[in-house]
């Protein structure tokens, strides 16, 4: 996508998609690997150390593929929670930049992050493990934040930590801490998710992308919570996970691009 506030969101996600994805092509292909390696070798030219690792690969049949797969799932979850939460920040980031005063911004806005940070300074015993809270920083800014005040600093960490885990309702209501909507069927217009998702209009494609995020939340949290062995994930699948949510972070993005843009004008 183009040079935008949440182009880096999108590029440091995308990264991430790409470690996954040469996981996942690692795992195939020394599962296909190992039945066939044992003729491949020139075992009479090898030494100790080479016929022991060799032997050792090669027991591995009772290896399940799927178990790897899974950990990629939790993996692949972590690193769309963070880009959510880096799309929220860096769009009161861009809030800011945009601002003209305190006056100017919406009731509803002022109100989320005087609450907001009333949440993340309430963390300051106990620190969250995932997030580096400047807790100076918060009552600095949050000093700023009153009728009149000629410039005004939203604390855009404190919009994006505790946001809930994947899931069509978890996402809209991450939107709406930075007062927008999200609407299914902007996602469905865009022909990248149309493609990912082999739909063809719009509401279709709303359904079936709201229907991907449900389903995959649902898989998330059966790993997560119960270590399930009973849920098999294949290549094929993760290998669809991976497109999909190419796709949906682009789109997404794109959206909420949109909505701070018409908030400058």
């Not at 493990?129 to 855009?156: H, I």
Request: aromatic share 10%.
């Amino acid at each position: 996508m183009a040079d935008t506030s949440l182009s880096k969101g999108v590029s440091e996600f995308e990264s991430a998609l790409d470690d996954i994805a040469s996981s996942l092509e690692f795992v195939r292909s020394a599962s296909r690997l190992r039945p066939r390696l044992k003729e491949m070798l020139h075992w009479e030219y090898m030494d100790l150390d080479a016929k022991a690792l060799a032997t050792t690969f090669l027991r591995q049949r009772t290896a399940e593929d799927s178990l790897l797969y899974r950990g990629m799932v939790i993996s692949l979850a972590g690193a769309f929670e963070q880009f959510v939460r880096r799309t929220i920040r860096d769009s009161i980031l861009a809030i800011n930049s945009k601002a003209r005063n305190y006056d100017s911004l919406d009731e509803n806005l002022r109100k989320e992050n005087f609450y907001r940070t009333g949440i993340a300074l309430g963390t300051i015993h106990e620190p969250l493990d995932y997030f580096d809270l400047d807790y100076e920083s918060l009552a600095k800014n949050v000093g700023t934040c009153f009728r009149g005040s000629p410039e005004t600093l939203l604390n855009a960490e404190a919009f994006a930590i505790f946001l809930p885990t994947i899931s069509p309702k978890s996402l809209s209501d991450a939107l709406r801490r930075v007062g927008m909507e999200l609407r299914w069927d902007d996602l469905g217009k865009t022909q990248s998710m149309r493609d990912v998702l082999e739909t063809s209009d719009t509401r279709e494609t709303a359904n079936a992308a709201e229907e991907f995020l449900k389903r995959f939340g649902q898989m998330r949290n059966k790993i997560a919570h119960t270590g399930n062995s009973g849920i098999v994930v294949s290549d094929v699948d993760l290998e669809q996970f991976i497109k999909t949510f190419r796709a949906f972070a682009r789109s997404f993005a794109a959206i909420v691009q949109g909505g701070i843009n018409k908030r400058a004008k």
